[in-house]
């Protein structure tokens, strides 16, 4: 079964920072990666989805790559702001089965003013 | 306005009542999905659907019915609610799969089983 695995927990930054959060997966037969962002009380909001075969993808601030080999994705965030406080999820989805969506359980970023 | 909305957002019932989540979406997607998030797990499938009428089952699927008799329409049914189901429920749609389309999520409904 697969595994996804999210460090750290936790993290506090200073605005303007830049930072990375880390998600690993055990199976790398994995047919995509979606990082979210889920916000108190909120559902998920899908921020970058990169196909197994892609290395990384881009959008604003954010950047993720994919390691595929080594069962690994970082997000990096650039010039971090207040807003970006949230809770951050990776999933994967596997090759046996179309919708099955592994999470991890996150990692909750505070950015302070 | 489009989206997924799910109700009720918040519910309280007791061990052996049945519960129905609720779960809409205006897109016509034709892929819908059941998640329960607890801490320490993350987030777990618990059933989806492929169409109208067509549903299997996820990680987690024991204890819960689902139907799907409009494309629209996704409710989760707890038969008989039991206290490890106390959780938040997420519904979550998208077009395809094996695609680049994400899912697309509701804004949850919090679960309480006393």
């Known amino acids: 079964k697969q595994e996804v695995t999210q460090i750290p927990a936790a993290l506090s930054v200073p605005e303007g920072e830049n930072l990375v959060l880390n998600c690993s997966f055990t199976?790398?037969?994995?047919?995509?990666l979606q990082w979210f962002r889920q916000d108190p009380g909120k559902g998920l909001t899908s921020l970058l989805l990169?196909?197994?075969?892609?290395r990384e993808q881009t959008s604003g601030r954010l950047n993720a790559s994919l390691d595929k080999s080594s069962g690994r994705s970082t997000l990096y965030i650039a010039a971090s702001q207040p807003g970006d406080s949230a809770t951050y999820l990776c999933?994967?989805?596997?090759?046996?089965?179309?919708?099955?969506?592994?999470f991890g359980t996150g990692t909750r970023l505070t950015v302070i003013p | 306005d489009a989206g997924i909305t799910q109700s009720p957002r918040y519910k309280i019932t007791e061990t052996g009542r049945q519960v129905t989540l609720m779960c809409h979406q205006t897109?016509?997607?034709?892929?819908m999905f059941w998640y329960r998030q607890d801490l320490g797990h993350g987030l777990r499938l618990i059933y989806y659907?492929?169409?109208?009428?067509?549903?299997d089952k996820g990680e987690v699927p024991d204890g819960y019915v689902v139907s799907r008799s409009k494309t629209e329409n996704f409710p989760l049914t707890l038969e008989s609610a039991t206290r490890s189901q106390t959780s938040v429920y997420f519904c979550?749609?998208?077009?395809?799969?094996?695609?680049?389309?994400?899912?697309?999520f509701g804004d949850g409904t919090r679960l309480s089983i006393l």
């Open positions: 897109w016509s997607h034709s892929y």
């Open positions: 979550a749609s998208s077009s395809l799969t094996y695609s680049n389309q994400p899912q697309h």
């Open positions: 999933a994967v989805t596997d090759q046996t089965g179309a919708n099955n969506l592994f």
């Open positions: 990169i196909q197994s075969s892609q």
């Open positions: 659907s492929a169409a109208a009428d067509i549903t």
């Open positions: 199976d790398s037969a994995i047919y995509n």
